[in-house]
């Protein structure tokens, strides 16, 4: 299993993102995908997560409203649109993924557990 972000660069406060992740070595189905956002010396911190079956979505408290996550028609690739960012949601985001998963919040609670991981992509939110 690969996952593959892309999408992050440099955006002033109040401007848009949308990353994306690529996953290779499964099929869209009974998997749950979520974005993770890190910045040096705290924890990874859950923003929004998929089920890529059922297509329900979940989201942290500090981004919803603002963030959406979405897959592809084509069923190949999540995306994290980031609206009205601010410099307090800069960091690297990795994308995850567990299979099999019942609901996007397990993965975003433990996301540890029997999880796949991208390289990050960093995103920069300054003026």
């Known amino acids: 299993v690969q996952l593959v972000e892309s999408g992050g660069g440099l955006v002033q406060p109040g401007g848009s993102l949308r990353l994306s992740c690529a996953p290779s070595?499964?099929?869209?189905?009974?998997?749950?995908m979520a974005w993770f956002r890190q910045v040096p010396g705290k924890e990874r911190e859950g923003a929004a997560g998929?089920?890529?079956?059922?297509?329900?979505?979940r989201y942290a408290d500090p981004v919803k409203g603002r963030f959406t996550i979405s897959q592809g028609n084509s069923k190949t690739t999540v995306y994290l649109q980031m609206n009205s960012l601010t410099p307090e949601d800069a960091g690297v985001y990795y994308c995850a993924a567990r299979l099999p998963c019942l609901d996007a919040k397990e993965l975003l609670s433990a996301p540890e557990v029997n999880s796949y991981w991208g390289q990050g992509t960093q995103v920069t939110v300054s003026s």
């Open positions: 998929i089920h890529t079956g059922t297509t329900v979505a």
């Open positions: 070595g499964f099929t869209f189905g009974d998997v749950a």
